[in-house]
């Protein structure tokens, strides 16, 4: 089946440590994109990309780093830069990118980090 | 800019009841409109979306929104809920030409049997 596999489902790091979360698709979309989750804010966007090699900043990329090295994987790290990394972390893909951009968004069902 | 609101961050309903979850945009030019469903600790699901055409649009398991362009509002509804429908209702908005999907802040819907 194909789909968007975000790997682990749980994750612990003491804090000043940077990991890094996996995020893989099967669906031969071109764009991907990260969200962090947070109670009562929604979805915001962290990063995204469009194409191989290339990615840019979202709406609270400070603190957070990415590579777009093949289509299939968007990973992303969490720098100890990023001083609220406690969330619900969500990875997505859509096949769709050019002028319409009407394609929906596919999740995988997320990564909750906590940090202490 | 787009954005998104949801005026009602939790919404408690009696089974088989009907229920409405509000969402209103502000856009400048055309947009498309989503809205997912998250159940506890997964990702989001796309539960219906409006491209263009016809403005009321449904989906599989009975829910409905329609889009006013006048009021700016895609507000869901479903005429009878169950049990099985709790869960975290994120309405989504993208300005035509535009990459970026912006979410609300979601309406967690519970049901009460």
């Known amino acids: 089946d194909g789909g968007i596999t975000q790997s682990p489902k749980y994750l612990f790091r003491k804090e000043g440590q940077n990991v890094t979360l996996s995020c893989e698709q099967n669906l031969n979309h071109d764009a991907m994109y990260w969200y962090r989750q947070d109670p009562g804010q929604g979805l915001r966007l962290i990063y995204y990309?469009?194409?191989?090699?290339?990615?840019q900043k979202g709406d609270i990329a400070e603190g957070y780093s990415v590579s777009r090295e093949k289509k299939e994987s968007f990973p992303l790290t969490v720098t100890s830069a990023q001083k609220n990394p406690t969330a619900f972390y969500l990875c997505a893909s859509s096949a769709g990118t050019g002028n319409s951009y009407n394609s929906p968004l596919h999740f995988g069902n997320g990564t909750r980090l906590t940090v202490t | 800019a787009q954005s998104v609101t949801q005026l009602d961050s939790q919404v408690p309903v009696f089974e088989e009841a009907p229920v409405e979850l509000r969402c209103n945009y502000s856009s400048s030019v055309s947009v498309y409109l989503f809205w997912y469903v998250q159940y506890p600790n997964q990702g989001l699901q796309l539960l219906l979306k409006?491209?263009?055409?016809?403005?009321l649009v449904e989906s599989i398991n009975g829910f409905e929104a329609e889009f006013n362009k006048s009021q700016t509002s895609f507000h869901l509804r479903k005429p009878s809920v169950h049990i099985s429908d709790t869960a975290e209702y994120f309405c989504?908005?993208?300005?035509?030409?535009?990459?970026?999907?912006?979410f609300g802040t979601g309406t967690r819907l519970t049901i009460i049997p």
């Open positions: 990309s469009q194409i191989v090699n290339d990615f």
């Open positions: 989504a908005v993208r300005d035509f030409g535009n990459e970026k999907l912006t």
């Open positions: 409006y491209l263009s055409g016809s403005t």
